[in-house]
């Protein structure tokens, strides 16, 4: 896939950065979309960024890579974290992809979703976050059925517990134990596994998994 142009949003670190890293060892051109390129939280910020990303670069692959999350009982989230939540993970990705579509159709491109497992689970101290990834699930769904006819694949990757900065505000964290978390480079493998697919075969979802799920009080050794 050498000289095709990949828009990875929210590649400054964690799985981003990750999936951005290996498309550019596969020599693909790629945009690092992170906040210097658009706010996320901004409708206008984001239209003017990627409309001018879509007429200069003519991208082939976006891959809806940033996240947000607020942590706690549902009574405890303040309204700002719940729209920052709905901005970036759900109204955000929505946007991009309608702005980019057209170039990613004619080159019977790829949309790749990072959503969560949080998607499919009950989301007890994460009620909010959980909604945001199954929305983006559901669109990741209805827009295979709209763009399949013509060349375009569409990927939900739900990774399950990763070590990255998403936990940031939550009181928890990943068990330190190996194999009790992902690590960013296995979500991006993934990434890379459904580039690799031939042409007419479409891997649309796929759920990654530690093979232990261990968390720990923030602190906790």
């Known amino acids: 896939?050498?000289?095709?142009?990949?828009?990875?949003?929210?590649?400054?670190?964690?799985?981003?950065?990750?999936?951005?890293?290996?498309?550019?060892?596969?020599?693909?051109?790629?945009?690092?979309?992170?906040?210097?390129?658009?706010?996320l939280r901004d409708i206008d910020s984001i239209?003017?960024?990627?409309?001018?990303?879509?007429?200069?670069?003519?991208?082939?692959?976006?891959?809806?890579?940033?996240?947000?999350?607020?942590?706690?009982?549902?009574?405890?989230?303040?309204?700002?974290?719940?729209?920052?939540?709905?901005?970036?993970?759900?109204?955000?990705p929505l946007i991009i992809t309608n702005l980019l579509l057209p170039s990613i159709r004619e080159q019977k491109g790829f949309i790749i979703n990072i959503s969560s497992v949080s998607a499919v689970n009950v989301n007890t101290h994460g009620a909010a976050y959980g909604a945001t990834k199954s929305g983006l699930d559901s669109f990741g769904r209805s827009l295979w059925a709209e763009v399949r006819k013509h060349g375009v694949r569409v990927v939900n990757i739900r990774p399950d517990m990763t070590r990255t900065e998403l936990y940031r505000n939550a009181d928890f964290e990943a068990s330190g134990d190996a194999g009790a978390a992902l690590d960013p480079d296995d979500v991006a493998n993934a990434v890379s596994?459904?580039?690799?697919?031939?042409?007419?075969?479409?891997?649309?979802?796929?759920?990654?998994t530690p093979q232990f799920v261990r968390i720990q009080k923030k602190g906790q050794k």
Do not use: F, W
């Open 193 to 208: 596994d459904v580039l690799d697919m031939k042409e007419g075969a479409v891997i649309t979802e796929m759920t990654i």
């Open 1 to 39: 896939m050498s000289g095709i142009t990949a828009v990875v949003t929210g590649s400054t670190k964690g799985i981003g950065k990750a999936v951005a890293d290996m498309l550019e060892k596969r020599g693909m051109t790629v945009i690092r979309a992170d906040r210097s390129v658009a706010d």
């Open 47 to 92: 239209t003017r960024a990627y409309s001018e990303i879509a007429k200069t670069h003519k991208p082939a692959i976006l891959v809806n890579a940033a996240g947000c999350a607020y942590y706690g009982l549902h009574e405890n989230i303040t309204p700002k974290q719940i729209k920052e939540m709905c901005d970036v993970n759900l109204t955000s």
